[in-house]
């Protein structure tokens, strides 16, 4: 069976060494020793690019986020500094933004062979 494993979480560097990242790659491994392919989408793969990386049995598919969608983030968060108001409305709007991209890439990335399954991670 082709198994999707979705990570659509901006929090989440999948190839990092905290719970939820070990998580990720614990139930992507158990995926696979059931003899499934998998594929894990995920916008973050480390912390930074200095962290060392956590092994993963499978080629991650990286969907990052595009450049307008981190422009609107960083300009309502500078917005909401000028004004002195804290608010969870950039990071809302970054991932209302970034799940209608991630839609428009995974149609098209899985258009000609979609998987038989898939598996999102629940995203706050």
């Known amino acids: 069976m082709k198994v999707l ?18 998580h990720v790659r614990g139930l992507v491994a ?4 059931a003899n499934h392919e998998v594929v894990l989408a ?3 793969l480390n912390k930074s690019p200095w962290a060392r990386a956590a092994k993963l049995d499978v080629k991650p598919f990286h969907l990052l986020p595009n450049a307008d969608i981190e422009e609107v983030f960083y300009s309502l ?3 909401n500094e ?8 950039p990071s809302a709007l970054r991932r209302i933004l970034y799940n209608n991209q ?3 890439q ?3 990335r899985f258009e000609e062979d979609p998987p038989d399954f898939i598996y999102e991670r629940a995203s706050l």
């Open 102 to 104: 991630l839609v428009t």
């Open 5 to 22: 494993y979705l990570c659509p979480d901006l929090g989440i560097p999948v190839l990092g060494r905290k719970g939820a990242a070990a």
């Open 30 to 33: 158990a995926f696979s020793r």
């Open 106 to 108: 995974l149609i098209r």
């Open 42 to 44: 995920a916008p973050r």
């Open 82 to 89: 000028m004004l002195g108001a804290e608010n969870s409305l």
């Open 77 to 79: 968060k500078a917005f």
